[in-house]
């Protein structure tokens, strides 16, 4: 009977279904090592097989030389699908649950094994299974994961306090000793955090995580140290004080004030190249906070800065030393001073509009229902089920469409891209808004550039830009200044709204490609956009379900 390991180890599974049907004694032959073709099968995922095994009386329980059972193997390979389909067979799933290998190592143990955090948590949610059981050598989930730096796993077993992380093994090692001997400076940082203690638990051999990490050599290691130092020692973290924060904000402000000054009061050529590296310094100081967190809540307070330098500067100008000299100076001023507020409402009101869920915030009903339709015992799953995919942060099966946020924190509906300008998700509930908004900033900014142009037909004494720029009156050189910055922008607007045309129109998104395989019309394009525009739920339910991600 060893024909049919054969086939199973090579992958042909068609062979295998033939030789079941032709000769039922198949089905229970065993191989070296007492394993049962149940077994292979339920490693290998191969539901349709298992399911037919189970029907023809082949015992879930059964175990082989390691005393490992099908449902061990099933665990091990992070397959939920099979694992679902093998403890609604057999009557007493919770003796299933609990059966022990040679090394005292329960199935859930074995789940670690996967580094699967979504097969962790199916046995945790709809069986109840303690992730802190130990096996004969005192390993619970947390220290098998971390000693294959199963990270995922690791984020999963530790948020809510599922398993303790001060836990020692019967050798005395802590998690963290045993995610050293991997490498995984992410999970080391990720652990310190979380519990500064743990640095300090010394081994069998009287060493502390922080005594290993104070010997390695290695370049990477030795610039880590001393961040992890100072979070056990002064317990500091990637914060800043608030006025450290108002000068992020007002960097860019500042930097740009002062290269118009320069422009403004020093001779050319010398104010334009002391303008130049001004503005230079403030976009490079502006850069130097990345995405770190604050208490205000926003990413990074230059990109504010940068919105309000734009649309005072851009504002002013055109109010001060533009509008004037149109007819009539009232309509013009009350168009555009609309136009802003309108935009300002759209800004604020996109910002927080994204529907999101956040850890914790469905009940176990919900999520074991879930598991019920992506795993149903006789039917295929639908579209939608299959669609469900786990999110280990959040610990809940994402709908269709959706994603989680690293900076938000938080699983984003129907996710479009996370805005650096308004420091928030764009998906379902503000992409509208937030669609209207880009359109409504590049009108505005188109009308600026023209009307600088006509400005300078009317008024200035050149229509050379090289002269302008060289000879003209300090006022004019501002106002150039601040179109070719308008010009820039635009650029980067134009990408962007273009874009979600493009997206919107074939009813897709930024994170999810067009469904469509062929090109649709322009008119099928218009009526999509004014489907969105309307009627922003009817827009989502004529989609199909896209079941393959693409970031």
Known sequence: MSIVFSFITSGKYDKVSELFHSDPNSTTCKDEQDNLALHHLAYRNQQALVKFLISHGNDVTAVNQNGETAFHLACQSGSAYTVHILLNSITSPNECLSCRDNMGRTPVHHAAYSGNPEMLHYLYLNWGV?????????WNTLHICAALAHHRSILYLLRGEKVPLLSQTAQGDTALHLVLQKQSLLTVWYMVVTSGEIAH??????????DILRKD??????????????????????????????LYFLGPIISY???????????????????FCTFLAGWLYFLSPHRLPHPTGWESPGSMGLLVLGATHVGFSYLILIAPYFYPYLFNTISLVSIFLFSIWLFFTARGGAQVVKFGSENRENQRQKYTEKFPLHDEPSSYAKSLQFCHVCELLQCPRSKHCKLCDTCVLEFDHHCAWLNCCIGSGNHHRFFILMHFMSFTVLQYMAS???????????????????????YHRILLVLFICSGVCMVFLANAVFLQWVYVSQMGTFYFRPISGFRLGYLTRFRNIILFLTDYQDWVQRREINQFRIL
């Open 130 to 138: 303690d992730l802190n059981d130990r096996d004969i050598r005192s």
């Open 201 to 210: 638990i010394p081994d069998q051999n009287g060493q502390t995580p922080l």
């Open 452 to 474: 600088v142009i006509a400005y300078w037909i009317d008024n200035c004494e050149t229509s050379n830009l090289l002269s302008l720029f060289l000879c003209a009156s300090y």
């Open 217 to 246: 050599e290695r370049k990477s290691v030795r610039n880590f140290t001393p961040l992890i130092e100072a979070v056990i020692i002064k317990r500091t973290f990637a914060t800043r004080p608030w006025h450290i924060w108002l």
């Open 257 to 275: 004030d002062l290269a118009l000054i320069s422009i403004y009061y020093i001779p050319y050529p010398y104010g334009y190249l002391f303008g």
